[in-house]
């Protein structure tokens, strides 16, 4: 089945950290460019990050820049998210999402809540 | 950085034509992509390359292009087009979606 799946979300204080992680299956991973897209409760998407396929270009939102690392593995079909310094306006849905030329497959997403 | 501009909200009656637009500088030299997300799930590639539709999505989806505003249009809509619906663009090292738009169909 063509899936990706997202993990590693959960409930974290103001200033610390998380990873998150995307596990690909039923394509050829390695092909294709990722992004990771945030969604805060009853708000709007929000792109956060964006690696091609080789990982050698990588790009990121202001709102996340110096904080956030996105990272594969094509070895292990697998896409990732360091998030250091969290704030409270961080929590939201993260959704990892496959960027084809004419496709587009998106995660579940994984919740990630910044309170104290 | 790039803004994609949507109107908050759209209301249609079943078998009525809906419009969505989407506007931004970016858009003029830039593709955009359509994305239908219902309540509690993922969101869903419904139009590719301004006009483009992905296997799978009905006929009834189209997309347009002008200037700097693209156009998402339902053809009929159905009861089952009700979601939200942002539009997306990706230019230089920026990646961008509309504010989204509520589709209502009642």
């Known amino acids: 089945e063509v899936q990706l799946v997202e993990s590693g979300g959960g409930l974290v204080q103001p200033g610390g950290s998380l990873r998150l992680s995307c596990a690909a299956s039923?394509?050829?991973?390695?092909?294709?460019?990722m992004n990771w897209v945030r969604q805060a409760p009853g708000k709007g998407l929000e792109w956060v990050s964006y690696i091609s396929s080789s990982g050698s270009t990588i790009y990121y939102a202001d709102s996340v820049k110096g904080r956030f690392t996105i990272s594969r593995d094509n070895a292990k079909n697998s896409l990732y998210l360091q998030m250091n310094s969290l704030r409270a306006e961080d929590t939201a849905v993260y959704y990892c999402?496959?960027?084809?030329?004419?496709?587009?497959?998106w995660g579940k997403g994984t919740t990630v809540t910044v309170s104290s | 950085s790039y803004e994609l501009t949507q109107p908050s909200s759209v209301s249609v009656s079943p078998g009525q034509t809906a419009r969505i637009t989407c506007s931004g500088d970016v858009l003029a030299k830039k593709y955009a992509r359509w994305f239908q997300q219902k309540p509690g799930q993922a969101p869903v590639l419904v139009i590719y390359?301004?006009?483009e539709r992905p296997s799978g999505i009905p006929e009834r989806f189209s997309g347009s292009s002008s200037g700097t505003t693209v156009t998402l249009t339902i053809s009929g809509a159905q009861v089952e087009d009700e979601a939200d619906y942002y539009c997306?663009?990706?230019?230089?090292?920026?990646?961008?979606f509309g504010g989204g738009t509520k589709l209502t169909v009642l």
């Open positions: 999402a496959s960027q084809g030329s004419s496709s587009s497959l």
């Open positions: 390359k301004d006009s």
């Open positions: 039923g394509f050829t991973f390695s092909s294709y460019e």
């Open positions: 997306y663009s990706a230019a230089d090292n920026n990646r961008v």
